[in-house]
């Protein structure tokens, strides 16, 4: 699944899912550009690559911001002579009961979870559509096929990029370009840390495999679904989930 000379942009690089995903780009030998808002987190994720033999750069960046997107892609495009791959990994959580949600509970979520996936991707569709090829992964949710209580918001935007996903690779399989998405489920990270012991032992219950996720294992999906292997493969929802969704 050799990615070298590939041009890979990760967005929310600056830990948890995202962090592995660009590592293991990185190790596959793509050059990976890193966005993220948190600069110093961004870094440490630059280190942690160049240990393990890989590259990234990074790029400060708040993806729900139009023109700070148009302008920084354009740049990295100039910079780089292309883009190959897109990661929209960046997402956040306002959690929230619906009647008790405020607006801005709402629209933060939207903004930076969708509307940061329509900024990236009209930052790079253009380059991909001139060299015809081009592969475009959304990190979604199964929260965005089964739901959640709590997370009207957050289920919303993740299964707003799986309509996202279909419809844009319709739209751009004559270009050889496959536009496919991941949903994890619970996987180890600082979001689900944060959960309570009591809920952590209810969602493992429901796993089939009766156990989280790891980031390497959301990783190892992107990284297949990146490469030329998986050039046949577009419009999909690859569930890496332990089962809970089936």
């Not at 329509?118 to 592969?135: A, E, L, P, S």
């Amino acid at each position: 699944m050799s990615l070298t000379d590939k041009i890979a942009i990760v967005t929310g690089a600056s830990r948890g899912i995202g962090r592995a995903i660009a590592i293991r780009l990185s190790k596959e030998g793509a050059l990976v550009c890193g966005l993220a808002r948190n600069e110093e987190a961004l870094a440490e994720t630059a280190r942690l690559a160049s240990e393990a033999g890989g590259e990234i750069q990074t790029y400060p960046c708040d993806i729900s911001d139009t023109d700070s997107v148009a302008g920084l892609f354009k740049n990295i495009i100039k910079e780089h002579s292309g883009a190959h791959i897109l990661v929209n990994n960046a997402g956040i959580t306002r959690d929230n009961l619906l009647m008790r949600m405020k607006a801005d509970e709402w629209d933060t979520v939207l903004q930076t979870n969708l509307k940061g996936a329509f900024n990236t991707t009209q930052g790079v569709m253009r380059q991909m559509v001139k060299q015809k090829y081009g592969r475009i992964i959304n990190i979604t949710s199964v929260v965005g096929i089964i739901g959640q209580p709590g997370q009207s918001n957050y289920a919303a935007s993740k299964a707003g990029l799986i309509g996202f996903t279909k419809s844009l690779a319709k739209e751009l399989a004559s270009r050889n370009i496959t536009v496919n998405a991941v949903a994890p489920g619970f996987i180890t990270t600082d979001m689900t840390e944060e959960l309570s012991e009591e809920l952590k032992n209810d969602a493992t219950g429901a796993i089939p495999l009766g156990r989280f996720g790891q980031p390497e294992e959301i990783a190892d999906a992107v990284a297949f679904l990146a490469s030329d292997n998986a050039g046949y493969i577009t419009g999909h929802v690859l569930q890496v989930d332990g089962g809970i969704a089936m």
